[in-house]
């Protein structure tokens, strides 16, 4: 077999060798295709109803987002938010002019959250929707290294070869960065004894090229919260020592709106001094469907006004800061929705209910022999595990993934980062909506799928097994 190339990973599901999507013939009406061509745009119209089913049925061979326990992102949200977002679908989050209203209420859903943040003065502090995590930490990135240029042009040093400090442990998107913004990424691996970036030899990696240090509230592997204190300390220490001055941006996709409601005691945000920038996912534990982030400066300070440009509104000026121009308008209402209609109590109650679910499947599963808990879902509500040392040599964590596939749970198993690359885990991830009982019903089936596998008379065979977890 030749090796798939890039076309064939981004085309997703095969459903078979043909060109066409055939039309069942009793569906459909006198003079319409019955063969829909699947690669080119088909010449001719359809009905509504036809073109509808046909999609329809198409993304019916998706899998089942409750079962999907791999995922961070919102899959559910009650009625009323629903119709709002059919209001508000053809709204464009760029076009302040039109929308004036939706652009105040961007603004006060980050000033809300930049006082969830503890910015030191919210109305002060600057903020922005965007697409996801992903954009609002390539913000905050960028401008740490503009404000490095700047400093370096300032003093006459050069702006050549910038870097950034991060954990082998964090998520794609701050590889995206370093590559798409030619920074050079200085990852700091992870091991057993410091399991996170915690500030351990931080010295080693930091110098006067350095732009900033990410710290992560909630590490996409495990759901580990880096300690944001312990960084900012070691920072502080190179600081005093060396005279190198270092920011941090806190990558709080997940535990950003996770801690303000059920760790108000944990200080790792703008409370921290170092903290310059934090960036969250409105569409993961922000609770609002796919499309939605949020990143928040601690003060103008912190944001290099050459990277803001402004848009018409009201006659006026806007300022904007972000990678898209056009983007949906209607998750930053839904977000507007969800803080007025749960509160921060409502916050507090559902995010309660996501880690008590986590705690109580973690605990179960660390009485599973066959496994080693990694971490217990006390952080944000994920956690994983391991096999535990010589529990088997018939089967893998990869083999339970596929097993529990058949019943349709999505629990996805994957080597840790360097310098754990030899480790596999397998993690869980609660959202709202994942109750104690399908919790509980994921636990029975885990038990028989590991009893299954446990009676196997020899190994199973490993060729071409993939891992799922791409995020
Ligand atoms: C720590 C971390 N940062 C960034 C991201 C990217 O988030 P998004 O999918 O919202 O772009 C993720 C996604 O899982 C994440 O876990």
């Known amino acids: 077999m030749p090796e798939k190339n890039a076309r064939d990973h981004v085309r997703g599901r095969s459903t078979g060798d043909s060109d066409s999507v055939s039309l069942n013939p009793i569906f459909a009406r006198p003079g319409e295709a019955t063969d829909i061509p699947k690669r080119q745009v088909p010449q001719a119209e359809s009905l509504p109803e036809t073109a509808y089913q046909i999609v329809h049925d198409e993304a019916m061979l998706d899998g089942n987002s409750r079962l999907n326990l791999a995922t961070f992102v919102g899959t559910w949200m009650d009625d009323h938010a629903r119709r709002l977002y059919t209001e508000s679908a053809d709204k464009n989050m760029i076009d302040k002019d039109e929308y004036p209203q939706t652009a105040e209420i961007e603004t006060r859903c980050w000033t809300m959250i930049a006082n969830l943040w503890n910015a030191p ?26 404000r490095w240029q700047k400093r370096r042009r300032d003093a006459g040093q050069s702006t050549e070869r910038p870097n950034l400090v991060l954990s082998s442990a964090v998520q794609v998107c701050w590889e995206k960065f ?38 992560i509230m909630g590490v996409t592997y495990t759901g580990a919260y880096e300690p944001v204190a312990a960084i900012a300390q070691a920072l502080d220490k ?25 760790q108000p005691d944990l200080v790792w945000d703008f409370r921290i001094e170092r903290v310059a920038s934090i960036s969250t996912s409105g569409h993961k534990y922000g609770l609002v469907y796919p499309g939605l982030g949020w990143v928040v400066w601690r003060d103008t300070s912190a944001l290099p006004d050459e990277l803001i440009f402004y848009v018409s509104y009201l006659g006026g000026n806007m300022p904007t800061f972000a990678l898209n121009f056009s983007r949906p308008g209607a998750q930053v209402l839904l977000q507007y929705y969800l803080f007025l209609r749960l509160g921060f109590d409502g916050y507090r109650r559902v995010q309660q209910e996501s880690l008590s679910v986590a705690q109580f499947l973690a605990h179960e599963v660390e009485k599973i022999p066959a496994f080693e ?27 339970l993934s596929d097993r529990l596939r058949m019943k349709g749970w999505l629990v996805p198993a994957y080597p840790m980062p360097d310098d754990l690359s030899d480790l596999t885990v397998q993690r869980v991830v609660v959202r709202n909506g994942f109750s104690h009982d399908l919790a509980t019903a994921l636990l029975a089936d885990i038990k028989t799928e590991v009893d299954y596998l446990d009676r196997l008379d ?8 993939t891992t799922a977890f791409h995020h």
């Open 178 to 215: 370093c590559n798409y913004f030619e920074v050079e990424a200085r990852y700091v691996p992870i091991s057993e004894e410091h399991r996170t970036l915690d500030g351990h030899g931080l010295d080693r990696y930091v110098d006067e090229n350095t732009i900033g240090v990410v710290a």
């Open 238 to 262: 190179i600081a005093a020592d060396s005279g190198v001055d270092v920011p941090i941006h806190v990558d709080g996709a997940s535990g950003a709106m996770i801690a303000p409601f059920c």
């Open 373 to 399: 808990l990694w971490n217990d879902g006390s952080d944000i509500p994920v956690f994983a595990w391991r096999l535990a040392k010589g529990h088997t040599d018939k089967w893998t964590l990869y083999d």
């Open 458 to 465: 020899g190994p199973l065979p490993h060729e071409g097994q």
């Open 121 to 146: 003065d919210p109305e002060r502090a600057l903020g922005t929707s965007t697409i996801g995590s992903s954009e609002a930490c390539m913000l905050g990135g960028l401008a740490l290294k503009r």
